[in-house]
DNA sequence: CGGTGACTATGACGACTGTCATAGACGCCT
DNA sequence: AGGCGTCTATGACAGTCGTCATAGTCACCG
């Protein structure tokens, strides 16, 4: 049995958003895209373009919660090292063409805000998970909590900069640093606050 | 007398691209932003918008990167830490609005692929601003290299966060870790590779 | 069998888009 | 004074946008 008409329409939107951002992605694209007609849109989502725009940005999210979680199962250090390995594959897959629909919601318009909150949400999300494993190596919370938060945000510019770049070799500088970092303050006795 | 007309418009561009990003921007709005009449948009750029979003995102480069030499002619160290300070303060003085105007064209569109090679030249330039003032400090270039991308990464990155969650705290924790790495790094003996 | 709800299919609406043509106004150079 | 380049001003074009109404198809349930 094919994929129903709704969830296909929210998996064409998250392909379409990675590609192209949520601005240049019209309604007509992503039925175009799923196979489903242009009179199912307001049938399955009343809400419209804003509606779509949510729910694909949740389900971006949560796809890349799940897989961070089953990473982060390991180690934060090689977690990190097959996260990066995973946008790395990714980018190159699409010619540096697709970028995380995540990013793509938070830089969206104000016509789109609620996909932009939720963008913010799934952001939380990764960076509790992320401290989560951080913090399981002895570090305090409020470190664990920064160390994670450099972690997503340098990935996620990173990620800006190979898709403008064309290149993956931000990622591989910042996948570097970011396990040398981890190595350090995890693998040892932790430095003072000093 | 008022700024000429082709500069006026590239600065409203520059500004509109923070606020929605580039697909999300037309050029009826640039030319009512600037105040210059919509018959002399192909006067001034024959080329059209990607004329235009290539200007604009050129400019928002050079911007930075003035800025950012500026800053970096103390200390690699303090020069982080008012670069963040001056994201702090431009992304709540916006109410969370405008972002970097470089982003907005990395993640743009085919329609406008010069300009996001544009943004790819820029981040570049950021990156060897940066990775020259943190090799002044006695890094190796290839571990100055790297961690200048995170610099730059982690906060374009620690931007798209705080534009999701409507508040400063990402790039603040960011800001800190960076400034702690090279503090580590740079001010004191610089660890083995192991 | 009949009907009820999920879904498809098509067409239309007003607004907006990038693009361009045309015509007029201003100021500087000779 | 005359002319030319810079810029303004307006309107129009073909296309696309989000949105919606309407009608038709299909499957399942009593």
Redesign the pocket.
Known sequence: MPR???E?MIDSAVALFRARGVAD???????EHS????????????????E?ALAATERGGTFISGLLARLLDDDADKAIAAFVDYWTSALTAAGFQDGCPVAAAALSSD?TASARAAAGVAFTRWEELMAEAIARRGLPADRAASLSTLAIAGIEGALLICRAQGNTEALARVGAELRRLLGENGGEIVRGSA
Do not use: N, W
């Not at 992605?25 to 039925?31: A, F, G, I, K, M």
């Not at 849109?41 to 373009?49: E, L, M, Q, R, T």
């Open positions: 129903p008409p709704r296909a992605t019209s309604l007509r694209d992503v039925v196979g489903v007609s242009r009179g199912s849109i307001y049938h399955h989502f009343p809400g419209g373009k804003e779509l016509e």
